[in-house]
């Protein structure tokens, strides 16, 4: 048992407590809160003049299948052999030793989603896993926890280089609607009996069209994002857009959508012309809408260790403190569909945690301490 005393708590709820304790034993979390009876067996950690949060979440990165600082040979995050890779699973090509996964836990992040590139219209099947570990499939808490769609300049400008569809914004949606019919017609088919031979791709995709798990879409422009939309109503599938850069265009059809949205990675530079009107306003205009937002570092476009610095952006951009954590910690955990376990603090939740010296917003903090499951994975010597 341990008990993290004297901080200053922020839950990941929107509720600050002083002189504080969390209580955690074991994996769990036994309590938190102002007036905690601390065990006289608990192992204590005082953090007297220190902030303690839950720990932070990145809803979508490639940590592990697109290694930063290799090159080829760890990029394993894009299958461009064919537009249309519901059968692949980001799962399968994590390394949990690249050095992205060590970066995380020193800058306090200890859930990630993982999930495959943006090339195809359909790209198969993500992941959400701590960020400790040497075994992937022992650091997983949801798999599959959703699928992979792309919409605008990437599959373009893929497959226009190949000479083969989709080489217009027409032909991506035309191929995600023929693949999402094909797997209607494979369900049916399946349901009486009929299908002699499975097919992996379509087995993947079921879940979708049963609302089991989301249609993750890459979507910047705005007329993209209303493609997604569209097309999530005209199958009856549950919707998150990932990136949303121009959803300060149209905030009222997001809002009225009742998508989840991550915003990111806006601290990159304007790479391509459907970046032209990225800023932090985005998720201030969301947020004006009541959009559940989430903030994204889309590691390694931008390194995982600037999730935070890209949350301080948002706030100076006019988003509340409040919401800003939250976007990386219970309203992020709600986006990917953990929040039953991670992202906040609260009596049952997984054990994952920061200690900083400061405000985590504060330009000054350092992260002290990394628990995740109720062990620590990074200290800093102070």
């Known amino acids: 048992m341990k008990a993290y005393t004297n901080a200053t708590v922020l839950d990941g709820l929107g509720n600050t407590y002083e002189r504080a304790v969390v209580l955690i034993d074991s994996e769990k979390i036994i309590g938190v809160g102002e007036h905690i009876s601390v065990p006289a067996d608990a192992d204590v950690i005082d953090c007297e003049e220190r902030f303690v949060t839950p720990g932070?979440?990145?809803?979508?990165?490639?940590?592990?299948?697109?290694?930063?600082?290799?090159?080829?040979?760890?990029?394993?995050f894009n299958e461009t052999s064919q537009p249309l890779t519901p059968h692949i699973r980001a799962l399968d090509a994590i390394n949990p030793r690249e050095?992205?996964?060590?970066?995380?836990?020193?800058?306090?992040?200890?859930?990630?989603?993982?999930?495959p590139g943006s090339?195809?219209?359909?790209?198969?099947?993500?992941?959400?896993?701590?960020?400790a570990g040497h075994v992937v499939d022992e650091m997983v808490i949801r798999n599959?926890?959703?699928?992979?769609?792309?919409?605008?300049?990437?599959?373009?400008?893929?497959?226009?280089?190949?000479?083969?569809?989709?080489?217009?914004?027409?032909?991506?949606a035309a191929l995600m609607r023929e693949t999402f019919m094909k797997a209607q017609d494979y369900r049916e088919k399946k349901a009486r009996g009929e299908v002699k031979e499975r097919d992996l791709g379509m087995e993947q995709l079921l879940p979708v069209l049963e609302r089991k798990i989301p249609l993750?879409?890459?979507a910047h422009r705005a007329d993209d994002i209303l493609t997604a939309i569209r097309i999530s109503r005209e199958f009856d599938i549950e919707l998150t857009v990932e990136h949303c850069t121009e959803g300060h265009l149209i905030p009222e059809q997001v809002a009225?959508?009742?998508?989840?949205?991550?915003?990111?990675p806006t601290m990159s530079t304007r790479s391509k012309v459907e970046l032209a009107d990225k800023g932090f306003h985005t998720l201030v205009a969301?947020?004006?809408?009541?959009?559940?937002?989430?903030?994204?570092?889309?590691?390694?476009?931008?390194?995982?260790?600037?999730?935070?610095?890209?949350?301080?952006?948002?706030?100076?951009?006019?988003?509340?403190?409040?919401?800003?954590?939250?976007?990386?910690?219970?309203q992020a955990a709600r986006h990917i569909g953990v929040d039953d376990r991670v992202g906040?603090?609260?009596?049952?939740?997984?054990?994952?945690?920061?200690?900083?010296?400061?405000?985590?917003?504060?330009?000054?903090?350092?992260?002290?301490?990394?628990?995740?499951?109720?062990?620590?994975?990074?200290?800093?010597?102070?």
């Open 256 to 264: 009225a959508a009742g998508v989840h949205v991550s915003v990111g």
């Open 56 to 76: 932070i979440i990145d809803v979508h990165t490639h940590l592990g299948v697109h290694e930063s600082g290799v090159g080829v040979e760890g990029q394993d």
């Open 144 to 172: 599959p926890s959703g699928m992979k769609g792309a919409f605008g300049e990437n599959p373009k400008r893929v497959y226009s280089g190949k000479q083969v569809s989709p080489m217009t914004r027409m032909g991506v």
């Open 99 to 115: 050095q992205g996964f060590q970066d995380a836990r020193e800058c306090g992040v200890t859930t990630v989603q993982v999930m």
């Open 286 to 330: 969301l947020d004006e809408h009541e959009v559940p937002v989430s903030i994204t570092t889309d590691h390694p476009v931008i390194g995982i260790e600037y999730l935070i610095t890209s949350a301080v952006n948002a706030v100076k951009a006019g988003l509340s403190e409040e919401t800003a954590l939250r976007a990386i910690t219970s």
């Open 216 to 218: 993750r879409t890459h």
């Open 119 to 131: 090339a195809n219209v359909i790209g198969g099947e993500m992941v959400v896993l701590k960020t």
């Open 344 to 382: 906040s603090l609260e009596e049952g939740k997984d054990a994952d945690l920061v200690v900083w010296t400061k405000h985590p917003f504060d330009a000054y903090t350092d992260v002290v301490e990394t628990v995740v499951n109720g062990e620590t994975v990074f200290r800093r010597e102070m």
